[in-house]
């Protein structure tokens, strides 16, 4: 039986465009056992993945830090050479991912030729071809894969997250109160400050749409580190609302996206959840760049500003014209054209 370690420990979005890669993998080699290295706060998104047997957390605090540096290593060197893979995908591309995939047995490790850091080349026995570097990070990863199997690249990205009927069940408790059905779920955070619109601005594109279409309600999503800002956003609200920030693990936030009609976001991790449960999706966007790592998905829309500074890639932005350049009644007829009302 062959096995195989996939290496992506993080981000959400990054975990999540992986997706695709490891079905392909798992199509292909049916019989195979297949591992997947990822920090602890996103193994319960890896968990979602039907062909995975086994994950390896990588705890990267804990090795960011001098005193408890030996432990977390040897942990790690453990779990990685408990197994012989017959191969070991770096889909990460940095060099940190490069010499954690070279501590495993085996003879095959590949990753990719165009990486983030050029250093991790040297490590890759194999070296796969992403194609364009103009491609979104799901096509680019599958690309990978394919040409790691020796197959022509497939045109369909197949996202695979059956549902989680525990996390079901307790997103139904959270709401058990709320009786409400047609759900849109709002998530204002982001991890840059620059990707962030202001709470306020949520609070009045969602007034508006109620206006309009008062059968829907809302759910503000975020976590616990971003409950000031969901209880911001439902200060402003003037409509029916449950604030579940920070009262969600992992699987519930995807079953409470899976639950809503729309997601309403920055460019954040719920937002490429939603794009794989196939949520339609209006997404907010300024310093970062769709085409790379936009919503993969035909359900969705992109609001960007019309400002020359667009795609500019900066962490933090003093000006903050991004937050202003786009009305709020924008945002109300994306939702209401993805919502075909």
Not at 32 to 38: G, M, N, P, S
């Amino acid at each position: 039986m062959k096995r195989f370690l996939i290496v992506k420990p993080s981000s959400l979005g990054d975990v999540i465009h992986a997706f695709p890669a490891v079905s392909l993998l798992a199509r292909h080699e049916p019989e195979a056992e297949i591992d997947w290295l990822v920090v602890p706060a996103f193994a319960p998104i890896v968990q979602y993945h039907p062909a995975i047997r086994k994950i390896i957390p990588f705890r990267r605090k804990e090795m960011g830090q001098i005193p408890r540096f030996p432990k977390a290593f040897a942990e790690l060197f453990s779990s990685i050479r408990r197994s012989r893979y017959d191969a070991v995908i770096d889909l990460q591309g940095l060099l940190r991912s490069a010499l954690i995939a070279r501590l495993a047995k085996t003879r095959t490790v590949a990753g990719p030729a165009a990486a983030r850091e050029w250093a991790s080349r040297i490590f890759y026995r194999e070296k796969l071809n992403a194609g364009e570097p103009a491609r979104h990070a799901v096509r680019k990863n599958l690309a990978m894969m394919a040409e790691f199997l020796g197959i022509p690249e497939p045109e369909d990205a197949v996202f695979e997250l059956p549902v989680n009927s525990a996390a079901t069940q307790k997103v139904g408790t959270l709401l058990r109160n709320f009786g409400k059905e047609k759900l849109i779920a709002l998530a204002p955070g982001a991890r840059w400050n620059s990707k962030q619109w202001p709470p306020e601005f949520f609070a009045e594109a969602l007034n508006l749409f109620y206006q309009s279409h008062p059968e829907y309600s809302f759910l503000i999503l975020g976590s616990p580190n971003e409950k000031a800002l969901g209880e911001e956003v439902r200060k402003h609200l003037r409509a029916p609302c449950v604030n579940l920030t920070g009262l969600t693990g992992m699987p519930e936030l995807v079953e409470a996206i899976r639950k809503s009609h729309l997601l309403l976001c920055n460019d954040s991790g719920p937002m490429h959840i939603a794009a794989a449960l196939g949520t339609p999706v209006t997404a907010l966007f300024g310093p970062t760049d769709p085409v790379l790592t936009g919503p993969f998905t035909r359900r969705a829309e992109i609001l960007t500003p019309d400002l020359p500074c667009l795609r500019c890639f900066k962490r933090e932005c003093a000006d903050g014209g991004c937050h202003r350049a786009i009305p709020a009644e924008n945002v109300k007829k994306s939702m209401e054209k993805l919502l075909a009302l």
